[in-house]
Nanobody, 123 residues
Framework: EVQLVESGGGLVQDGKSLMLSCAAS????????IGWFRQVPGKEREGISC????????YYSNSVKGRFTISSDNAKNTVYLQMNSLKPEDTAVYFC????????????????WGQGTQVTVSS
């Protein structure tokens, strides 16, 4: 059974940092891409950062580029999202998701999803 479990969310002040973790199980980790997505009520889900566990390729949305860093520990089957210089507009529920690697690495269509973790940035 595929499982993705996020942790590390919480309440932080503007300008501070948080690190999210996504622990994966039930599938061959190295054959998948893992992505971080976020959603605010009433808005579309946004793919903010993804990583290919095949070749290490990464993607960042413009909204987080330069502030967030995604990394993958294949030995622990865990993907991390280091979030620095957080802003109130980063407040959202953050989800990790997985998709089997195909010919084109993307940060759009993912098949397996975690339950999400709330990140709240106060001003």
């Amino acid at each position: 059974e595929v499982q993705l479990v996020e942790s590390g969310g919480g309440l932080v002040q503007d300008g501070k940092s948080l690190m999210l973790s996504c622990a994966a199980s039930g599938f061959p980790f190295g054959d998948y891409a893992i992505g971080w997505f976020r959603q605010v009520p009433g808005k579309e889900r946004e793919g903010i950062s993804c990583i290919s566990n095949g070749d290490g390729s990464t993607y960042y949305s413009n909204s987080v580029k330069g502030r967030f860093t995604i990394s993958s520990d294949n030995a622990k089957n865990t993907v991390y999202l280091q979030m620095n210089s957080l802003k109130p507009e980063d407040t959202a529920v953050y989800f990790c998701a997985a998709v089997l690697l195909r010919s084109m690495f993307n940060c759009i269509n993912y098949d397996y999803w975690g339950q999400g973790t709330q990140v709240t940035v106060s001003s």
